[in-house]
């Protein structure tokens, strides 16, 4: 009878313990659910704390590099004049750049800048700042296809710093080919691809189309692009990139070549692909200025011209970010400014066009606005009306290239 319990018993204790399992393993799974999203939280924190040491060691050498900038700047030398050349002109048009006539408009456009000026007598001289080797070319096709003044100029500020003049003997560039390397087949017919006796490509040799003159030159290491030199219409070297090994081909330092070859611009740029700062030398390398963005040299280059000439204007859109820059830049303004207006501005510029002395006269685009503007500023300057053009040309009005920059 004892055992008999006793076996009761024990049958009763595992039956239990059976039951007790059972109604813990939801609860078991839910803990190493639990244990396995911990872990995965913990790796996730120590993943963010290094990224935000990443960051933080970032901001430090930004900061450190714009103290070394400011340094460069202070000791640099108190040569800072750009290579500005002299314009026949005193009347200016500011453009970032020059565009290619692709339509009717754009034609009707430029007749009417050219009017615009004819009707005063004026001869202007465009200003550009962007880098194009095709800008001459380009407006080489507007002196002889449109009704413009020979006489008009263009200066552009890299042209300028690189000494690069309209009619520039051209000469006739050779690329270095290694003995070893041998040419095969290319994405197009404008370009010679070179690979080694192993079949990896060495080198490509791009060349413009219309002329079979060297535009580019591809150099690779372990087939991936390292250095790319940039050649202008006259064949003379302008430009070296150097590219960053990763997929996007970032650009990390780009050399501006004069005419002479002597490097006279260079550009470096942080990993993400964006401008660290931009250092201007002389003749013999040395350093003369340092510049951290692109507007602080176009506005260097342009105060040079426009301080340069006699009784200077400058005629560019009001929504340009050069409007804003040159009449934040003085006290007084050294030379006309003319801005163009398409519409009614936004509160900031109407602060910059009602600042005592900076302007004498406005060119606007409708009678509406011409009409506003004189009444917001109580007829304190004159406005000019520039209507839109029309297609008939004998109801020709005059319109003005829109500025973009």
Request: charged share 25%; hydrophobic share 35%; proline share 3%.
């Amino acid at each position: 009878m004892h055992r008999t319990t006793i076996d009761s018993t024990l049958q009763n204790l595992k039956e239990t313990e059976k039951q007790l399992v059972q109604k813990l393993s939801p609860e078991t799974a839910q803990i190493k659910a639990l244990q396995s999203q911990q872990s995965d939280l913990e790796a996730t924190i120590k993943q963010t704390e290094v990224e935000i040491q990443k960051l933080n060691q970032q901001i430090a050498d930004d900061r450190e590099q714009t103290l070394q900038i400011q340094q460069k700047f202070a000791n640099a030398s108190s040569d800072t004049k750009l290579n500005i050349t002299k314009a026949r002109s005193g009347h200016f048009v500011y453009l970032a750049d020059i565009v290619q006539i692709d339509d009717s408009g754009v034609r009707y456009q430029i007749e009417g800048f050219a009017k615009y000026f004819a009707d005063r007598k004026q001869t202007p001289t465009i200003l550009t700042t962007m880098y194009n080797d095709e800008a001459y070319r380009i407006f080489q096709g507007y002196k002889q296809n449109l009704r413009l003044d020979p006489n008009i100029q263009l200066l552009n500020l890299y042209d300028d710093l690189q000494a690069r003049k309209p009619g520039l003997a051209a000469r006739k560039v050779t690329p270095y080919v290694d003995a070893d390397w041998h040419q095969a087949p290319a994405s197009d017919a404008s370009t010679i691809r070179y690979v080694d006796s192993t079949g990896q490509i060495q080198q490509e040799v791009t060349k413009r189309a219309e002329n079979d003159q060297v535009w580019t030159v591809d150099r690779y290491r372990d087939g991936q692009l390292v250095i790319r030199d940039v050649y202008d219409r006259a064949e003379y070297l302008s430009v070296t990139q150097t590219f960053a090994q990763d997929e996007a081909h970032t650009i990390t330092l780009e050399q501006f070549y004069s005419t002479h070859g002597n490097v006279v611009l260079t550009k470096r740029y942080k990993p993400n692909g964006d401008l660290r700062e931009i250092q201007l030398l002389n003749s013999a390398g040395q350093l003369r200025n340092v510049f951290a963005t692109e507007e602080e040299l176009s506005l260097q280059w342009l105060q040079g011209v426009l301080t340069g000439a006699k009784q200077a204007s400058l005629m560019l859109d009001v929504r340009s970010q050069v409007f804003t820059a040159l009449s934040g830049r003085f006290q007084r303004v050294p030379f006309n400014l003319t801005p163009v207006v398409s519409e009614i501005p936004d509160p900031a510029l109407m602060k910059v066009l009602n600042r005592p002395n900076l302007i004498r006269e406005l060119i606007v685009t409708k009678k509406a606005i011409a009409r506003d503007l004189q009444e917001l500023f109580d007829n304190r300057f004159r406005v000019i009306v520039v209507e839109a053009v029309t297609a008939d040309a004998g109801d020709f009005h005059v319109v003005l290239p829109q500025a973009r920059g």
